[in-house]
């Protein structure tokens, strides 16, 4: 776990993962003062209040993870530090899941630092356990997911510009049918295929059953987790497959 | 004494008036009442309007509201009920299949009951999308003479008053009308959320100990390294 | 017993040919020095030798395995200094060399002993705490070689060792390179822009031009291979009568350059025909003032077989033939 050290110790002394945490942090403070202290958005119920933070923790830790993994490995090839890494007798997917894993660590500190927004939310009534343990179970999965394909796109990729972008359309992609789309055209058979084969969709609508909707009990989550649980084992397949070998480009 | 004087004066005239009047209404009623036995007669004795009838309307109208004798009706205690935002109602029902005869195969019907709330104030039914998980109960079937308790979990969303009912459309005729339960009334009370005493330490603390604890590693750092003597 | 052999190693990008049937063995021990002009296919040949790179056809031994199947195994005894290395800025020397002994899997006090020693060699022992952000360009390849040789290698690649440093950095680092060869027999592989340095430190080279290895051999196996034999300059007293005498005699031919001071002839050191002239000065009492033999250099050596018209007609040449080596062999100390 050498690798993996040092990416935890560069995102702290470079700067690149604390500059991470500490603006979802600022974000996580934002969303909440607003939601607990305007007067207009108090009047959500708490549930909702928790859906929406829920939301915005999501989200930001699917980015976090794109942007970070998917420039973990082309960062290193511009740098010229991936070829001596490569030199080194070490496998190359062994490279590439230890930089996965450090990417799913900043995810979970920055899940860690969302949980007493989470706990003062959800002041009152019985969601408090539910969010934490629900958020932590999506965001982690999906964070997987997102650090794997994207580490993969940019070890084939190469050049963090085309990594970097192509793994937030995969973040955008993945949010837009929940984020933009309207009701009516989710309620479509191309609005119910695209919910139904989408990760993210199962995730927003599982924290709503469970936030707004108060069904807590794992089984009754469990037509959701499913889909988002065989979307990381695809991710991770996918991974393991593209990462076992690397060629230094040279043209 | 003048209101008095007022009392007397009106008690006065209204008996003269109650008298006149009660006599002409109480020929009126009865005239009406005759009016109206002898054209039911006619109406339902004479057989092209029962056929008219028939054919503007389905066999299964027809049965349900005559023969079948469907019924639902909510059974919450109160007409009213009071809450606030934020909190869980259940709505009760009932749906009653009051026809006895049992004899004929196709006696027992099924079909859908859903819950409909509409906002008062704005005049618009509400989206329950986020208002009730069931909509809608199936019922695949329900013999003469059954009774089926039906209830509803209903998260109250926005403040407001309402007005409940629940309604049932059975899946043998499609051209059915639904049956509607009476209605009752909600009254939903705004709760407000403002915790600024809990969410402040948090919001501004949180950040505050983080950039505390890269500077401080990333000052340590640099005392070690030597870019900070 | 080899180092390093190359069997008709290939490498095309779609159309284009990048490396082209190269093959060549370097002695376990050896120095070897590979040179060419920009895009000759040096850098794609030593990623292949290394691992780093795929060989679209032939084989590479390195150490006695093949890269194609133990590459792992190779990447253990082999260190690497590329053309262009990154580094990790925010950390410092001492912890960049540590962290790439940790993935050689060096346990802790061996490898704090290796990098004391091995900044101590490169020079940077006063500055192994500071962050490799301050380091110049010249201490950041000092660093590199370091890094290269942090698992105690026993074949160096060098691709441009000492770009960037100054000339008294240059020196310390060849000197060091030589002890390390002479002391444990690492085989060094580099390659250079340097021709000087590479003919001074160098008892092997090969030309590699479009691809293709041109030549290969030692410094006078490839004086040998451009001119044919060793030239000599004679040197007499300019006078009236011997550039009239000399305009008469058969050895017109063979002057190279006249001043007013000298008259330079440039003949092969066939012994006949320099006889002949030195013959012929003594019988005509001319003053002999300069009797040397001339070697051509590397610079010279290269521009001449780097020219398209002599590649034209050339084929890749080896000097030395030996044998095809073992797959699975220890490389030899």
């Known amino acids: 776990m050498i690798i993996y050290r040092l990416e935890i110790s560069g995102s702290i002394y470079s700067w690149r993962g604390a500059a991470w945490i500490i603006t979802a942090a600022s974000i996580f403070s934002l969303v909440a003062y607003l939601l607990l202290t305007d007067k207009e958005l108090s009047l959500l119920d708490q549930g909702e209040m928790l859906f929406t933070f829920s939301e915005v923790i999501i989200v930001l830790g699917l980015v976090m993870s794109g942007i970070n993994s998917s420039s973990s490995i082309s960062t290193e090839i511009e740098a010229g530090t991936f070829e001596c890494l490569l030199l080194t007798p070490i496998k190359h997917v062994q490279i590439a899941i230890q930089k996965m894993l450090s990417t799913v660590t900043i995810w979970i500190v920055l899940y860690l630092i969302s949980i007493p927004y989470l706990i003062v939310l959800a002041n009152g009534t019985n969601l408090a356990i539910s969010a934490i343990l629900y958020v932590g179970l999506y965001g982690t999965l999906l964070s997987i997911a997102i650090s794997t394909i994207s580490i993969a796109l940019s070890w084939m990729l190469k050049t963090s510009k085309n990594s970097i972008m192509v793994a937030l359309m995969i973040v955008l992609l993945l949010s837009a049918p929940s984020l933009f789309f309207a009701t009516s055209l989710r309620k479509t058979d191309f609005g119910i295929m695209l919910e139904n084969i989408n990760p993210f969709s199962h995730t927003i609508n599982s924290l709503d059953s469970v936030l707004v909707d108060n069904q807590q009990a794992v089984y009754e989550q469990f037509t959701h987790i499913w889909p988002v649980l065989v979307f990381t084992i695809i991710c991770s397949i996918i991974f393991l497959t593209f990462t076992r070998k690397f060629e230094v480009k040279m043209l | 004494m003048k209101i008095i004087s007022n009392k007397i004066t009106l008690s006065e005239k209204s008996k003269g008036n109650t008298i006149g009047k009660r006599i002409n209404w109480s020929f009126i009623c009865v005239y009406l009442l005759i009016l109206a036995i002898g054209l039911s007669i006619l109406l339902f004795c004479w057989s092209p309007i029962p056929i008219a009838f028939s054919q503007l309307s389905s066999p299964g109208l027809n049965s349900s509201f005559s023969e079948n004798a469907l019924r639902i009706n909510i059974s919450n205690p109160s007409q009213i009920i009071h809450e606030l935002v934020g909190k869980y109602i259940i709505v009760y029902a009932n749906l009653n299949y009051l026809k006895t005869d049992k004899t004929s195969d196709n006696s027992s019907i099924g079909g859908i009951a859903y819950i409909s709330i509409v906002d008062i104030k704005d005049r618009v039914p509400v989206d329950l999308e986020d208002w009730s998980v069931e909509k809608g109960l199936y019922i695949p079937s329900i013999s003469p003479g059954q009774s089926l308790p039906l209830e509803w979990n209903v998260r109250l969303v926005k403040a407001g008053s309402y007005t409940i009912s629940v309604l049932f459309n059975e899946n043998r005729n499609p051209f059915s009308s639904p049956i509607v339960s009476s209605r009752i009334n909600l009254e939903v009370a705004p709760k407000l959320n403002l915790n600024p005493g809990n969410v402040l330490p948090v919001a501004f603390g949180v950040p505050a100990v983080l950039i505390g604890i890269f500077g401080t590693l990333n000052y340590l750092r640099g005392r070690k390294t030597g870019v900070y003597k | ?329 220890t490389p030899s100390k």
């Not at chain 3, 290698?153 to 060869?181: A, W």
């Open chain 3, 1 to 329: 017993m080899y180092g390093i052999s190359a069997i008709a190693l290939e490498k095309t990008y779609g159309s284009f040919r990048a490396v082209d049937s190269l093959t060549f063995n370097v002695k376990s021990g050896d120095i070897f020095g590979l040179i060419g002009p920009n895009g000759a296919g040096k850098t794609t040949t030593m990623r292949m030798l290394c691992g780093t790179l795929s060989p679209t056809a032939g084989k590479t031994i390195v150490g006695g395995f093949d890269i194609a199947k133990e590459s792992i195994k190779i990447k253990t005894i082999i260190g690497f200094l590329p053309e262009s290395t990154g580094f990790y800025n925010w950390m410092n020397g001492e912890e960049y060399l540590y962290y790439f002994a940790r993935l050689y899997n060096i346990k802790e006090p061996i490898a704090r002993k290796n990098i004391r020693d091995l900044l101590d060699r490169v020079g940077l022992a006063a500055k192994a705490f500071a962050p490799i952000a301050y380091y110049s360009r010249g201490m950041k390849q000092r660093l590199a070689l370091a890094r290269a040789m942090i698992n105690d290698p026993k074949i160096l690649f060098l691709d441009e060792p000492t770009l960037g440093m100054d000339p008294r950095g240059q020196q310390e680092i060849q000197k060091m390179l030589l002890d390390l060869n002479h002391e444990k027999g690492v085989t060094i592989f580099l390659s250079s822009h340097a021709l000087t340095d590479v003919s001074t430190f160098c008892n092997q080279i090969g030309i590699l031009n479009r691809g293709r290895l041109i030549a290969h051999g030692s410094l006078n196996d490839l004086r040998k291979l451009v001119n044919g034999s060793t030239r000599i300059l004679v040197r007499i007293l300019n006078t009236q009568e011997a550039i009239s005498k000399l305009s008469r005699s058969p050895f017109n031919n063979t002057i190279d350059k006249v001043t007013e001071e000298s008259v330079d002839f440039i003949i092969s050191d066939d012994n006949i025909e320099f006889n002949q002239l030195v013959d012929w000065i003594r019988k005509e009492n001319f003053k002999l003032t300069e009797l040397r033999q001339i070697k051509m250099n590397l610079d010279e050596i290269f521009l001449r077989l780097t020219n398209p018209t002599y590649d034209k007609h050339s084929t890749p040449v080896t000097i030395k033939k030996s044998p095809s080596p073992q797959v699975g062999q």
